[in-house]
């Protein structure tokens, strides 16, 4: 399998020589954190030319991206190939400290396809063009964020078998993104009604009170209408990037429809302020 695999990237390697002469873009990486690399189409194969670097992808389910870490040692190359037949090709090398860990990286970036594209059989995708470059990156992020297995701490309040989590808070360029699970764990149905976040004020003074002011998402990632008895389900939402005062705090509020199944969740100011 392994002499398969080497025999597939020099092919490969060849035909990309062949088809186009580029100069290749570098992406860094240590053995202290994973380097995500989001691709336009699910990764198909991927393949380092050097020991001391490891690209992880699902090899079993094809997903959209992959994980990179390096070793010291000297520079080397990634090959990537879509299941569209899209090729990718980098540099990679080894730094200790890295100031970026997410590329996302467009179809504009190919550097040739595994078969010649006859004019005729080009097909036009319209789909990612009607979405703005700023939407596409919360998809592809948010869909990374879902599946690591990373928690922020223990932020959970549960009523009548209804059961809301806010796993992980990641900050990301200016945004906050909110890693959320609502389990149902009672006999009905769960129909949502909303679920917003605020942030809450702590009024001093004789007269003490609670000021609270609505905070609006920039993108829902996965938000349902409904909960199904026994079943659960995990969503992000993006927020502008906030901090809080040791006065303030927020409120994830899960609001049923037509029910009473009703949840606020607070959310310590610790947590909004040392984000992951």
Partial sequence: MKKYIIISALIISAFVKAQINVTLDTIYANDTKNVALFFPEPIRQGITGSDNFVFSYNREKEQYFGLLQAKPGKESNLLVVNRNGAIFSYIVRYKKQLSKLNYFIPLSNSIGNEKPIVPDSIQVVTSEKNIDNRTYYYQKFCTYLLNRNQRIGRIKKRTQGIVLTVENIVFDKEELYFVI????????????????????????????????????????????????????????????????????????????????RNIKLNISHRYINNPN
């Fill in 181 to 260: 699970q609502i389990e149902n764990n009672s006999t009905l149905d769960y129909d949502l009604n909303f679920l917003n976040l605020s942030i809450e004020t702590r009024q001093k003074g004789k007269r003490k009170s609670l000021q609270s002011l609505y905070q609006e998402p920039i993108y829902k990632h996965h938000l349902p209408s409904k909960i199904a008895e026994g079943k659960m389900v995990r969503l992000v939402y993006v927020m502008s990037k906030f901090s809080l005062s040791n006065d303030r705090r927020a409120i994830l509020e899960l609001n049923e429809k037509d029910g009473e």
